[in-house]
């Protein structure tokens, strides 16, 4: 199929030869019928307008042959039926004038349908590229979607494993306060065993071991959230609330190094929008990054952790330690995936500490503090309306 074949089987592709022929016929009759009435007016030359009037219709509707058809037709009416007794110069020079104009038609009736046919075969383009773009798109979103859940596994069991190491002082945190607890129900029954029952130091014994029942719950809590496999989910959430809960519990582990931790929280900090699981786990791992640092250091060991507001409405949280501080020549692969300095290490924690605060609206960054340690600080939008 040539392109004008093509071009008109695109454009007119109900349009049989009959009707493009009858169509050219029509058209003629139609302008004599009119050129008739104009006599009554004495302008015999009216055909002349008319007649061209039919031959742009016939092109431009029917096509090439069709056109040429009214074209011959024209010449033929006009010479036989509107002007037989204008002499032959006349007739030729009308008959050019029929001629020039059927050639100028011809030209504008190809270069219409090999636009068509370019228009066409560039709409077909695009719509083969729109649709190899939506199974691209489809693809990567199926590909996105994947990457996720992988992240999410990886952290989830970044946090599992980090939880088992602090196994031991999990337990003692959770074994103060139910100890607390049976010592002051122990308490509370030596008060109402005596000979004469003192009701308010057991009911004093007994609100403390409501409380301490309280904390243990508490922590249990904050153990199991950090267990807990789920989608991410974004809220609402109260940065100090969740430095608070994380230097409770890690204390003892803290404590077992002989490390003191030390909090400045700003106050009236703005809530953030994000995944309250995920901000528990970028502290952990950098509390517990500070805390190894430090364990086997001589002189003071202080764990610092500071909440403030940051420029362009940005809060930013700063865990600072006086440990071993960053691998010398080394500080810019610390966020590497696979880079660990330590003997045990995943080189994990950090990557993805990095990948949570990024995937938050945030930065996180370290440097090596003087004389001696190491601060990580990470910024996160204060905006509300902030979403992946």
């Given at each position: 199929?040539?392109k ?5 089987w ?30 009554h ?14 031959i ?34 006349s ?24 636009l ?32 996720r ?48 029952p ?11 071991v ?16 950090l ?17 608070r ?8 582990e803290?404590?077992?190094?002989s ?19 995920q901000?528990?786990?970028?502290l ?50 610390i ?54």
């Amino acid at each position: 199929m040539g392109k004008r074949d093509k071009a008109q089987w695109i454009t007119r592709p109900a349009a049989s030869a009959a009707v493009r022929y009858g169509l050219a016929l029509l058209s003629v009759a139609a302008a004599a019928g009119m050129a008739q009435l104009f006599l009554h007016f004495h302008l015999p030359l009216a055909f002349n307008a008319f007649a061209l009037t039919a031959i742009a219709v016939a092109f431009w509707y029917g096509g090439t042959k069709p056109g040429i058809l009214a074209a011959v037709l024209s010449a033929l009416v006009r010479s036989y039926i509107f002007d037989p007794q204008i002499n032959s110069i006349s007739h030729v020079l009308y008959d050019l004038v029929f001629l020039v104009f059927a050639l100028l038609m011809t030209g504008v009736t190809r270069a219409r349908d090999d636009l068509e046919v370019r228009v066409a075969e560039r709409t077909a383009e695009l719509t083969r590229a729109n649709e190899d773009l939506k199974l691209e798109i489809a693809e990567r979103n199926r590909a996105e979607e994947a990457l996720r859940q992988t992240q999410s596994d990886l952290a989830r069991i970044s946090r599992v494993t980090t939880m088992g190491e602090l196994t031991a002082s999990l337990a003692h945190e959770v074994n103060q306060p139910i100890t607390a607890a049976v010592t002051d129900a122990n308490t509370c029954l030596r008060w109402l065993t005596r000979d004469q029952p003192d009701l308010g130091e057991a009911r004093d014994a007994a609100s403390r071991v409501v409380r301490d029942a309280a904390r243990a719950t508490e922590i249990i809590s904050r153990i199991r959230s950090l267990f807990k496999k789920g989608t991410p989910r974004r809220e609402l959430v109260d940065v100090n609330e969740i430095i608070r809960g994380m230097v409770a519990l890690l204390r003892s582990e803290a404590a077992r190094h002989s490390i003191s931790m030390r909090t400045e929280l700003s106050e009236g900090l703005p809530q953030i929008m994000g995944d309250r699981v995920q901000l528990q786990q970028v502290l952990m791992n950098l509390m517990i990054n500070g805390i190894e640092a430090m364990k086997d250091v001589d002189g003071p060991r202080e764990l610092s952790i500071k909440s403030q507001s940051a420029e362009d409405e940005q809060l930013m949280v700063s865990i600072s330690d006086s440990g071993i501080g960053l691998p010398p020549q080394q500080a810019e692969r610390i966020f590497d995936s696979f880079f660990t300095t330590k003997q045990d290490g995943t080189g994990m924690g950090l990557r993805i500490s990095r990948s949570i605060v990024e995937s938050h609206g945030g930065r996180l960054w370290g440097a090596n503090n003087p004389p001696r340690g190491a601060s990580f600080q990470f910024t996160l939008p204060s905006k509300t309306d902030n979403h992946e």
